[in-house]
C-alpha cells in the first residue's frame, strides 16, 4: 500500500465526487493509497484540517502556518506547541522560506520559520519544511534551531542535490512530488536518482501539482500512485519496493504505528 505523505484534503476539488470527500479517500485507497498526512498551512483552517483527521483513522495531520501566509504572524512557538498535543498531530508545519513568491517578506518568514523549529522541539515532533529558492538561509535555520534527533522532511523538493544532500546529514527525509515527473525536471530527477531510498517520502501536495499524465488538472491523493510508479521506474526497483520503503519512512518519521 501507497502513502501520501503531504496533501491538503480540505482544499480539494470535490465537484466530481459531489461534495463528498469520503468519496476522494475511497478513490485513493482504490488505487492502493491508504494513508495521508493532512497538512495544515494557516491556524485559521486548523479545525477543518483537524476534523478531517479525526474523521479517518489512516489520515492524520500537522500544525503550521505556511511562509507565504502572514495573517497568524503572532502566533508564538509555545502556542503551536501546544495546539500539535491534539492526538491526531503527527508534525509541525508546513513552515519554512519561499522567496520566490515573496522575497520581500524574507525577515518575516524566517521569525515563523524559526517558531516552529522551537515549536517542534517542545513538542518533540518532526518538521515539514517548505523551500523554495532559499536554500542557504532554509539551511541555516535548520542547522541552528533544529534538534536532529526529531528529524524532519523537505517536501514537495526542487532544489539541488547540495541542499538534499546537506538537510539529510541532518536526520531530514526528502519528499518527492508530482514536479518530478514534468518534462522540464531534468535536474530534479537527477537528484531523485542519488536519494538514498531510506531518506525517500513521496507525497501529491493536492490539490496542486498534478503529476503526468493529470497535469493541468486538479490533483488528488490517488494520483501519489503515478508518482510511485515513476520513481519506481527512475531507480529501477518494483512499484512494490517502493511503496514497501517509503510507507516504512512515512511511518518511521512521523512516529505512526503501522496499521
Known sequence: ML???????DRLDLAPYDGDLNKAITAARDEGVDHM?????????????????????????????????DSD???????????????KVVAIGETGLDYFY???RAAQQ??????????????????????????????????????PELAGVLHCFTESWEMAKQAMDMNYYISLSGIVTFKNATELREVAKQIPLDRLLIETDS??????????????PKYVAEVAK???????ISVEELAQITRQNYFNLFNISVS
Open 3 to 9: 502513502v501520501d505523505s503531504h496533501c491538503h484534503l
Open 102 to 104: 515573496d522575497k520581500e
Open 37 to 69: 498526512l493532512c497538512v495544515a498551512i494557516s491556524l485559521a483552517k486548523l479545525p477543518d484540517v483537524l476534523g478531517i483527521a479525526e474523521q479517518y483513522e489512516k489520515v492524520h495531520a500537522s500544525v503550521g502556518v505556511h511562509p507565504l501566509q
Open 73 to 87: 504572524a503572532e502566533v508564538t512557538a509555545e502556542q503551536l506547541a501546544e495546539l500539535a498535543q491534539h492526538p
Open 110 to 147: 524566517q521569525t515563523q520559520f524559526v517558531k516552529h523549529m522551537q515549536a517542534a522541539k517542545i513538542c518533540r515532533k518532526p518538521v515539514i519544511i517548505h523551500t523554495r529558492d532559499a536554500q542557504q538561509d532554509t539551511l541555516d535555520i535548520i542547522r541552528s534551531e533544529g534538534d
Open 207 to 220: 490539490p496542486y501539482l498534478a503529476p503526468v499524465p493529470y497535469r493541468g488538472k486538479k490533483n488528488e
Open 230 to 236: 515513476f520513481l519506481a521506474e527512475l531507480r529501477g
